[in-house]
């Protein structure tokens, strides 16, 4: 008789991966019934965002800039794999050890969804019925991996090099399963059988798992009994993942989005002037298009957030705490306005910068409403995933156009933007003012709270620091000798840009031509269209002026704290 006691490395493997599946699956879809942030793969990751030392998360900002969530996602699944793996690896020698390697998974994911902000008792649940359904699948698929030796109705022996030489082992009956012939497989040995056991019709599934018997050597590996539980798994597990997606709330948002009508402002933004965009191939557009605008933020998946059910409410420091309601704002002065964002992770010469039209309420007289205390300097705000994010009442109360925004260039706010409803604070890095999916602000003090980023290394307040880019010609490219065009963009966020100067292989500092702006809210765009560029390489650099007087300084600072510094440089060949 030819069989086998242990199940092939692939089959073991293979069992384990797609009950990981199933795990992921019916989780997902569980999330999709119960509440969509208690998906544990996303709230381990989540977790895993939270708890990476801020270095390495910088690290993984600057390398793999904004894929960085589809790297770390990819991560975790990859380490799911291999765990799932292992796990069905140790099933196929002893079932129990599977389970109990399944049940560290549930607590890990029953752990990270317990632990995200606004979870309950409920959260559990997805993880409890995946790693459920998950110890449901190993079990079975392990058991149906095996066939009973003399059954051979799907069993398959030679074909792929698995089994070992017959060794006679006592079956549990004491019987020993002695020189059996190649084709015994057959026939049933009737001296391996347990006489109690009924002649099985077809395919005989065993009670548990023969694996785990001393005398499993009389049960074959039935390939494909295996792999049609393998694909019926496969198939519970896409259909689960599959329904849990559309159940989680993206269908519904979505459908919400598209049915928002804006309102007018009744505080238009002023015009935008004619010489604002110089509309140079190349060269950052004046209004940066929703589908180029960077993003960054710490949301492995994007908040969904139905307007329908969105509230903010405002407390901490003020007299009356107030909750208001997504009609509520729109039914409040509505306010348009052209603001340059970026983020304080953006190095010299970085992405992670765009200007939007923007259309909100004032933040300001929100907070009135609420009456903000005397004392209070700080507004920490949270989103709908529990981020922090800690604003200088004194800025957001001085009379900018600081904003709960809902609209983003002409449309509702894209949801990775912040859908419904987000902060916008001309002056400020996004990680200390722009709070997306906000659903809570407290009045506070400086000296009683902290955001998000600040014990993570950051700096607790970030106002913008003025800089400036060159977008033509681009870092390391080859260009042809004659007349080129230089040509970038230049912020200072709610001060404004005097003067951009460049200079070209360190030689005398000449005065860029400035596009118009219409507020010192937004950038400006610059040009210098005459050099003439002679073959060789050169350097090119730039520095900008802000309306308070200030130049950018050569020294160049990293990004933590607070904003990097110097000056941007480019190198091209001509030739
Ligand atoms: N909820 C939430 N809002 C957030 C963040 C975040 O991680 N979560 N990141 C902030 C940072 S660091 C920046 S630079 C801006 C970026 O906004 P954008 O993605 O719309 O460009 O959002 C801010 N708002
Ligand atoms: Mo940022």
Redesign the pocket.
């Given at each position: 008789m030819h069989s086998n006691r242990r199940m092939p490395f692939w089959a073991a493997a293979l069992i384990g991966l797609v009950s990981g599946a199933v795990a992921v699956g019916v989780s997902l879809l569980a999330a999709g019934l119960v509440k969509a942030s208690a998906f544990p793969v996303v709230a381990v990751g989540n977790a895993a965002v939270d708890l990476t030392p801020a270095a390495l998360k910088d690290w993984a900002i600057r390398t793999f800039g904004e894929n960085d969530k589809a790297v770390l996602l990819t991560g975790i699944l990859l380490v799911l794999a291999g765990a799932a793996a292992a796990v069905g690896l140790l099933a196929a020698r002893d079932i129990r050890r599977g389970l109990a390697g399944l049940a560290v998974f549930g607590v890990i994911g029953v752990a990270a969804v317990l632990t995200r902000p606004d979870a309950g008792p409920v959260d559990a649940l997805p993880t409890l019925v995946g790693v459920g359904a998950a110890a449901f699948t190993l079990h079975r698929l392990t058991r149906r991996a095996f066939a009973p030796a003399g059954v051979p109705a799907t069993a398959e022996f030679d074909d792929a090099g698995w089994h070992t030489p017959q060794e006679d082992l006592p079956a549990p009956d004491g019987t020993r399963a002695t020189s059996v012939t190649r084709d015994a497989h057959a026939t049933r040995p009737s001296d391996t059988v347990p006489q109690d056991r009924p002649e099985p019709a077809g395919r005989y599934v065993p009670s548990t798992p023969p694996v785990m018997r001393a005398g499993a050597d009389r049960y074959a590996f039935d390939r494909r009994g295996l792999l049609t539980g393998v694909l019926g798994a496969a198939a519970v597990a896409g259909a689960g993942g599959l329904a849990g997606r559309m159940l989680s709330g993206r269908a519904e948002v979505g459908v919400a989005r598209a049915g928002i009508a804006l309102p007018g402002p009744a505080k238009p933004a002023p015009a935008i002037p004619a010489g604002a965009d110089l509309k140079i191939k190349g060269l950052s557009s004046f209004i940066t298009p929703n589908a180029d605008?960077?993003?960054?933020?710490?949301?492995l998946v994007v908040p969904q957030v139905d307007p329908a059910d969105w509230t903010l409410t405002i407390h901490g420091m003020v007299d009356r705490p107030v909750e208001i309601t997504f009609a509520d704002l729109m039914k409040r002065t509505v306010i348009e306005a052209d603001v340059t964002?970026c983020?304080?992770s953006n190095e010299v010469g970085g992405p992670?910068i765009?200007n939007a039209r923007w259309l909100g309420v004032s933040l300001a007289d929100v907070l009135r409403d609420a009456g903000v205390q005397k004392g209070a300097d700080m507004l920490l705000s949270t989103?709908a995933?529990g981020?922090t994010?800690g604003t200088p009442a004194d800025v957001v109360l001085d009379g900018r156009n600081a904003l709960l925004a809902f609209a983003m260039n002409g449309e509702a706010l894209p949801v990775?933007?912040?859908f419904p409803v987000r902060q916008v604070v001309p002056g400020l890095?996004?990680?200390v003012s722009?709070?997306?999916?906000v659903t809570d602000i407290k009045v506070t003090r400086f000296d009683q709270d902290e955001a998000y980023w600040t014990p993570r290394g950051w700096s607790a307040k970030g106002p913008v620091k003025t800089q400036s880019r060159i977008d033509l010609p681009k870092e390391g490219t080859t260009i042809r000798p004659g007349r080129t065009v230089i040509a970038g963009v230049a912020w200072a966020q709610h001060k404004g840009i005097d003067a951009v100067e460049v200079r070209v292989d360190r030689g005398p500092w000449r005065q860029a031509r400035l596009a118009e702006a219409p507020t010192a809210d937004t950038w400006r765009q610059w040009v210098i269209d005459d050099w003439e560029a002679t073959p060789g390489t050169h350097t090119i650099e730039v520095r900008a002026t802000d309306a308070t007087g200030y130049t950018q300084v050569i020294d160049r600072t990293p990004i933590d704290p607070d904003g990097a510094t110097g000056w941007h440089t480019v190198s091209v060949e001509v030739a």
């Open positions: 605008f960077y993003r960054v933020d710490t949301a964002l983020c304080v992670y765009g989103s995933d981020w994010c990775d933007h912040g890095y996004g990680y722009a709070t997306k999916w």
